[in-house]
């Protein structure tokens, strides 16, 4: 039997072949690792009690809210979320 390059299922035909870049640990591509990672996060965002909520806005304003929540120690999502509940307390008074 011939070896052939593109077999790379044989590991004991190319034990001495060097491949470039970090050895494969994950048996699954790229993209679906992505998926896989980003149901895992939705999983555990709502075991939480959290729920992805997706706008639009311009940049001026995220570039504000950038500012605003640098200089309150918190990170952008915490500070929209507190800008909200803050207006949704004042709605109800």
Known sequence: ???QDADITT???FS???R???PK???YSRSVQIKINKRNQV???KSN???RVEFKIHQSVIEQLEQLANNKGV???ELIEALIVEALAKQQD
């Open 11 to 13: 590991i004991d035909l």
């Open 43 to 45: 999983k555990r965002d």
């Open 1 to 3: 039997m011939a070896k």
């Open 75 to 77: 990170n952008r999502s």
């Open 16 to 18: 001495d072949d060097k």
């Open 49 to 51: 009690g959290l729920k």
């Open 20 to 22: 470039p870049g970090r």
């Open 25 to 27: 640990t994950n048996p």
